[in-house]
């Protein structure tokens, strides 16, 4: 009877986060952070950036309408995409990540920075064929922006930015251990940060961080580790893509100094199919000057 009993709580705890599993894969949440900075002292109230990474091909309602609705509500000055809205491998399509974005290209200035699996593709012709040409070539007709190793300077609500997209070397996203990033990658390919400039820094990957806050960022947006795919209470997310362990940056708004790091917990998945007590999110950005 007593082991009866066991089995039977088990099943019933298994049964529940298997529950929980399939409800944070088909559901997302909306999280705001708010940034203050010195170098924003005089922006005006309300100013709001959408920043979406690892959508993975993940669709919330026939044509992502549900997402779309809540980023339409939010109205913000821009969206900021940080990497991976596809799934880069041999025989994806990436239709779904195409019209999403092309949609929201229709309503707002998007900006778009490639993660690991759109620069796969595009450093990999030989083996990809031109999927991310014709990818990059329907998005930039409706609009988009991409930032691949540029920057772009913007006024938004009375002050100045300075929006960076940087591709990290491709050896950089290796399973298993972190490569050492070459001294003088980061300058080599984006150039040197302007220290009167507010400088956004999206850069896919926050293993590198300490080298993104050399470089000179004040706000960092990474994702890639989808929150950690499973999050545990006062320790964060257990596993990294790379298959690492406790990464210290999984997901979350962490503040080093006067810089801001937003870290997005992504919205979708791709390879391990699985979130729990880690839900997928859409992260609003709400800038303001230093009180």
Known sequence: MYFKGILTAAAAAAA?????????LHHFRVVTYRLKSKKLEGIGNNVRFVFLSDLHNQTYGKGNKRLLKKIKETDP???????????????????????FVRELAGQFPVYYANGNHEQRLKEMPERYGDVYAQYKEELEAAGVHFLENS?????????????????IPAECYSHFRKVRMPEGAIEERIGEAKAADYEILLAHNPTYMEEYLEWGADLVLSGHLHGGIVRLPGVGGALSPAFSLFPKYSGGHYREGERDIVVSKGLGVHTV???????????????????
């Open 16 to 24: 529940c986060l298997c529950g929980e599993i399939w409800r944070e």
């Open 273 to 291: 199919c699985v979130r729990l007590f880690n839900p997928a999110e859409l992260v609003v950005l709400e800038l303001g000057g230093e009180e």
């Open 151 to 167: 920057s772009q300077e913007l006024f938004c609500g009375g002050c100045k930015f300075r929006l960076t997209g940087l591709e």
């Open 77 to 99: 000055a821009l969206v900021l995409i940080g990497g991976d809205m596809l799934v880069g491998k041999k025989g994806k399509s990436y239709g779904s990540a195409l019209d």
